[in-house]
């Protein structure tokens, strides 16, 4: 497995991933915006685009959907409960947040839930069922990696005050998270890497949800 990380894009610098898999294949963690340069970037690393995987709806991860699958063909995965997001601009927060230019994506979509196991090749994604920032939010983990979405950041969690978010989701969101076994490299929504354990150190919302687990 092989994660290249690309530029923020969005006006809100929002954070994308691109996962490869042996065989060359790929899936894109969210599809925040710019399709032209994260094509641009499949071809610099000579992967091919398969699949994009959404951890939640909101227009600055979802942005590039459309043109991607217009020029690649992919697959487009997103949780039930925020699928709506794909198609309705105020469910998004694009008019919230007066961003132009955002293309909905009326295509084909597969839906997943936590029991299910997402796969590409050799890879393998489990999906974890965090609400809080949306209702539909998740993580996907794979190996010894979790891409968390807006769910959890460095030293911080996505918001609760926008329409469909909700604190008490989230601190459950996060009692899971905290729950986990062993460390684990985690590539956020917004801003920098970090991993399970410096934020079980560190996270002052994580660290409230461990005081919940004694």
């Known amino acids: 497995m092989k994660i290249y990380q ?3 894009l969005s006006i809100c610098d929002t954070n994308s991933y691109i996962v490869a898999s042996e065989q060359n294949n790929a899936v894109l963690i969210d ?11 499949l071809d610099i690393f000579g992967v091919s685009l398969k699949k994009i995987f959404l951890t939640h709806g909101h227009f600055d991860h979802i942005g590039a959907v459309a043109d991607l699958v217009d020029e690649t063909g992919c697959e487009v995965y997103i949780h ?3 699928k709506n997001k794909l198609t309705d601009n105020d469910e998004m ?5 007066r961003a132009k230019g955002i293309r909905n994506y009326t295509g084909d979509v597969t839906l997943f839930t936590e029991n299910d196991i997402l796969t590409l090749d050799e890879l393998e994604f489990d999906v974890l069922e965090t609400p809080g920032h949306t209702k539909g939010s998740v993580c996907f983990i794979c190996g010894n990696v979790m891409f968390t979405g807006d769910t959890l950041f460095a ?3 996505g918001r609760t005050d926008l329409p469909d978010g909700d604190i008490n989701a989230m601190m459950k969101s996060l009692i899971k998270i905290a ?12 801003m920098s890497p970090t991993t399970l354990d410096e934020e079980r150190k560190y996270n002052y919302y994580l660290q409230q949800a461990m005081r919940e687990l004694e």
């Open 93 to 97: 927060l694009s008019v919230f947040f």
């Open 31 to 41: 599809a925040p915006d710019d399709a032209e340069y994260i094509l641009d970037q």
């Open 6 to 8: 690309l530029k923020p």
């Open 80 to 82: 039930p409960l925020d």
């Open 155 to 157: 030293r911080s969690i």
């Open 179 to 190: 729950d986990l076994g062993g460390n684990l490299t985690i590539y956020p929504g917004h």
